[in-house]
């Protein structure tokens, strides 16, 4: 079975403080791919990253960084230096490596980050 | 492009009322689908198509229908509405092929409430 778990419901940081949202994921599938989505206050979903099993190596966007790692079956996000503009829900994803796949999402973190 | 469109933005319905829910997608993505969130559940996957003709069911496909009759649109259809199906539904895209699972677009969403 194909499960993510998002075990932070919600973040509150001071502007500046560098956060870490947690995803940590379950599947049997040797080939996989794991997203993060933003959900501002708007209501959009806003597609972040996608990152595949077999690459491991860790990302970075500007403040956004993301830390994959296979061992522990986690794919966390970190932004650094936050700012009011991240308030947000995150989602993380998951998704299997056939034709017909479907996307687990995890429940999702809500981050307030306050002036 | 417009990208992933749906409408309406809002509905109000009544118990036992039906209705349709439009998605249109102006990227020729041959996969489509549909989500609902609630509160603490995140995303879950109501029914999906991977092209003209072709739809399975997800997580929670009872009470919805769905058809692809065109690559753009994909509606989802409430048969006879219940409390339990108010929700904010969102529709999404994507690419398919090339043996890799490709990030999904969402469209706005539609708040739907059941009374």
């Known amino acids: 079975a194909q499960k993510v778990t998002q075990a932070q419901t919600e973040i509150s940081v001071v502007e500046k403080e560098d956060v870490t949202l947690d995803c940590v994921y379950e599947t049997r599938d040797t080939t996989y791919y794991l997203f993060w989505y933003k959900q501002p206050p708007s209501g959009e979903l806003v597609f972040l990253i996608r990152r595949n099993s077999f690459d491991e190596q860790n990302e970075i966007s500007g403040r956004y960084s993301w830390n994959f790692q296979k061992s522990t079956s986690s794919f966390n996000f970190t932004i650094t230096a936050s700012q009011v503009v991240d308030s947000a829900v995150y989602f993380c994803a998951l998704s299997g490596p056939v034709f017909f796949n479907k996307f687990y999402f995890g429940s999702g973190t809500k981050l307030n980050v306050k002036p | 492009n417009a990208g992933v469109t749906q409408t309406p933005k809002f509905q109000v319905l009544k118990t036992g009322q039906s209705m349709t829910l439009q998605c249109a997608q102006d990227m020729n993505h041959e996969y489509m689908s549909w989500y609902r969130q609630d509160p603490g559940m995140g995303l879950r996957l109501i029914h999906y198509s991977v092209g003209a003709g072709i739809t399975d069911q997800g997580e929670v496909p009872n009470g919805y229908n769905v058809s692809r009759s065109t690559t753009e649109d994909f509606p989802l259809r409430l048969l006879s509405a219940a409390p339990s199906q108010t929700s904010v539904y969102f529709c999404?895209?994507?690419?398919?092929?090339?043996?890799?699972?490709?990030?999904?677009?969402f469209g706005p969403g539609t708040r739907l409430t059941v009374t």
């Open positions: 999404a895209s994507r690419v398919l092929g090339g043996g890799q699972a490709y990030e999904q677009y």
